[in-house]
């Protein structure tokens, strides 16, 4: 099938003994290996986008949270200690954006965790984890790990926060459950690593969107241009939506802005609605995660429930 739709040489299909010889993981029952991917440290991308952007003479004011926008001819960014007025505003602050009525529908604000265990080099050996493949499983609310350079494990997912309406922020972001969930997950996935101590945790709100696309495009004024909805996959999308989005700005029309992902963003229902909907939702592919697991069928309320949801996701 990956042949057939061109994939051959960038998607390969594993069987679960080639699977195990990746990471020796007892749950892997086939997989598929994406040779041209690669992992990459955050903290130390961000340091070096911000080192070549300064080089290029971009001025950058950190630390000045944007509190409203105020469009126009000029538009104006208006921040704590002062404004701002701009020709052209691009809008990339992801999550956040639901505070701005521009945008209090377009996504869903989701909160993951991520932990990280203590160094434990010699039993990573112990599973043939070679090199720095990335691996995920394959769950309605997916583990996804890495090794870090020092030998330890970071792993997230396994269940999702939500925040109510624009509140990023208070025990959403600090939930015990969500951190636990996450660190759960490998243990399931390499058993012989139950027990591990883990050392750090720390969770992100995501921007949610029916989708799970991101999207671009220009408001109705012309001059404020938005790239929102990364629902977690920023990291590898931001590229072209970069190209995008200097397109916008430039007024070009090329072929970046001729792409399915400019268009406004689909609507999701307002609050009080959305949040309990979105928590159904998660209990429900939480729920068959977790049946899956004890080798058990899926509940038949939840198996219903995600049926309409994956129905509407269409």
Known sequence: MLERRGLGERLRALDAGEARRVADSPRWTAAI????????????????LRR???????????GSRMVALRHGRPA???????SVRAAQ???????????????????????????VTEPIPELLETLGWQGNVGLADHRQMLYY????????????????????????????????????RAAQGLGWLFPSLAGVRFEYAWSGPMDMT???????????????HAGLGFSGHG???????GRILASLVLGAADEWVSLPVVRPPDSLPPEPLRWPMVRLAEWAYEASDRASERGRRQPRLA????????RYLQ
């Open 33 to 48: 290996f994406t040779p041209d991917l690669a992992t990459v440290q955050p903290a130390k991308l961000a340091r070096e």
């Open 52 to 62: 070549v952007v300064v080089e290029r003479g971009v001025r950058l004011c950190e």
């Open 76 to 82: 104006v960014v208006e921040t704590a200690g002062g």
């Open 89 to 115: 505003v691009v809008l990339t602050h992801g999550a956040w954006a639901v505070q701005q009525p521009d945008f209090a529908r377009a996504f869903a604000v989701g909160i993951d965790y991520m932990v």
């Open 145 to 180: 790990l890495r090794k870090t350079a020092d030998g330890r494990v970071a792993i997230g997912g396994g269940a999702m926060g939500l925040a109510f309406g624009g509140g990023i922020g208070g025990r959403v972001l600090t939930s015990q459950r969500l951190a636990e």
């Open 210 to 224: 029916r989708s799970g696309l991101p999207f671009f495009f220009t408001l109705p004024q012309g001059n404020v």
């Open 235 to 241: 990291l590898t999308s931001t590229k072209v939506g």
């Open 303 to 310: 198996g219903a429930v995600a049926a309409i949801v994956d």
